[in-house]
């Protein structure tokens, strides 16, 4: 057998004068495809051609990415503030607890002006109601930099009034307001106490156009450790720009504490922003039109927490505050 030239020891190589193979030559060399491989690949461009073009020609004609922090300009040009709200500072809140449907307010501490659930019958509560609505006014009265909100939605199936609405109405009603008081609006979302806060900050910035620096509820005596402890914590509002006015209800007022305690603190403080089981039930059992609020787009700055419900841990609590930029950091 005759030797292997020396070319072809230790396999097969190019030939010693030939230069090395470079990528560029191997992507620009002439490459062998069948007729059926070249009809497929034609194909699928086609295709994608085809499903790019009907895709384009489909989507409607302002089609974009919604931005959630934009404010939106067809909105806007529906609103027209007045000179003297914009520079409105101070949040006064009067959260709401029933609803007035009478039309003399010289009967306001009848039970069947009002609808109420069974509990708030045959004692003080029409009264502390009124005097709440009392004092925010009052206080909106006489402080010049104030906006007076009164928060609560359309809770009562047998009423399509929300409690906001009818407490500005008595108000205006009884002469605590003047019929054309621009420093008092409503907040007709809110389902519980912390939407009562929340909203009615949102409900601020949306009114006058910035967010309040300092805020006083107008409540019952007995949720004051809810509103300040724990509803103020979880939006991280200053304590030192937050005023509650508790209001005594008498009467049966031990019994209502305790309620107070069981029914709403503790479960708060297990489920700070109340979006688990059992308020979150509350707050779906308080919604029998289904309505649900505009905030995300008139307070887009505080979407993040609109938004927040931490999980609850091992030991089943839901107590994480929010850490997102919020506009009063």
């Not at 949720?223 to 304590?239: M, Q």
Request: aromatic share 12%; hydrophobic share 35%; net charge neutral.
């Amino acid at each position: 057998m005759l030797p292997l030239p020396a070319t072809f020891k230790g396999g097969f190589r190019r030939h010693a004068t030939h230069p090395p193979l470079r990528k560029i030559d191997f992507l620009l060399s002439r490459a062998r495809i069948t007729n059926l491989g070249f009809l497929i690949l034609a194909s699928v461009c086609c295709l994608s051609l085809l499903i790019n073009l009907s895709f384009y020609l489909a989507r409607p004609p302002s089609f974009e990415v919604y931005d959630a922090r934009r404010h939106p300009a067809r909105l806007l040009d529906t609103v027209a503030r007045d000179p003297v709200v914009r520079n409105l500072t101070h949040l006064i809140m009067v959260p709401g607890h029933a609803i007035w449907k009478g039309s003399d307010p010289s009967m306001r501490m009848e039970d069947d002006e009002w609808v109420l659930e069974p509990f708030q019958r045959g004692g003080e509560s029409v009264n502390a109601f009124f005097e709440h609505i009392r004092q925010g006014a009052e206080y909106a009265r006489n402080e010049a930099d104030s906006l007076l909100v009164f928060s609560g939605g359309q809770t009562r199936p047998s009423s399509p009034s929300t409690e906001a609405d009818s407490y500005l109405r008595l108000a205006i009603a009884a002469s605590l307001l003047p019929l054309h008081f621009n420093r008092a609006t409503t907040e007709n979302y809110a389902l519980d106490s912390y939407q009562n806060l929340l909203f009615s900050i949102a409900r601020f910035h949306e009114y006058v156009g910035r967010y309040p620096t300092y805020i006083t509820v107008v409540g019952f005596e007995m949720k004051r450790k809810r509103f300040v402890e724990l509803h103020r914590k979880a939006l991280r509002w200053p304590e030192d720009k937050f005023e509650y006015i508790g209001v005594d209800m008498e009467g049966d007022g031990e019994i209502a504490r305790e309620g107070e305690r069981q029914n709403a603190l503790l479960p708060y403080m297990s489920d700070l922003y109340g979006c688990h089981p059992p308020l979150s039930s509350k707050r779906r059992g308080r919604n029998p039109f289904s309505r649900f609020h505009s905030y995300y787009t008139s307070s887009p700055e505080i979407g993040g927490l609109l938004d927040w419900c931490p999980d609850k841990v091992g030991s089943g609590e839901s107590t994480r505050v929010y850490r997102g930029l919020l506009p009063w950091d």
